[in-house]
């Protein structure tokens, strides 16, 4: 898969056009099809990055998008343009606020040493 295909499925998960990840990104007039034929730069790779909420190095294929059926703690801000709602951080600290208070004992031995 080309860094152009990885941008436009990358977009199309987000609910966006190739031109609106473009225009967000603040690239010149039809920039990312250009990407097509040529290497972009790293700066506007990045920016593109940004707007989808993922890194220059996942764009290029260098690292993978996803690790095979594990979710990722970089996964959870993807759906939400790379910001995770209040709510949903919430939940996340008293999901681990409470695994915490129920395995205070195996945390402790595991970490020995490093409280």
Same mark, same amino acid.
């Given at each position: ?9 990358? @977009?199309?998960? $987000?609910?966006?056009?190739? @031109? ?55 996964? !959870? ?18 999901? @681990? ?5 129920? $395995?205070?004992? !195996? ?9």
């Amino acid at each position: 898969m080309t860094t152009f295909e990885r941008i436009k499925k990358l @977009a199309k998960e $987000h609910g966006m056009t190739i @031109a609106e990840v473009n225009d967000r990104a603040g690239l010149g007039k039809n920039s990312l099809y250009n990407w097509k034929y040529q290497k972009p730069s790293y700066e506007s790779l990045k920016k593109v990055a940004d707007v989808l909420g993922t890194t220059p190095d996942i764009l290029n294929g260098v690292v993978p998008e996803k690790s095979e059926g594990k979710i990722q703690w970089k996964d !959870l801000g993807m759906p939400y343009g790379g910001n995770i709602p209040d709510e949903l951080n919430d939940m996340i600290d008293s999901i @681990a606020e409470t695994y915490l208070k129920n $395995h205070s004992e !195996l945390i402790k031995d595991k970490y020995k040493g490093k409280w």
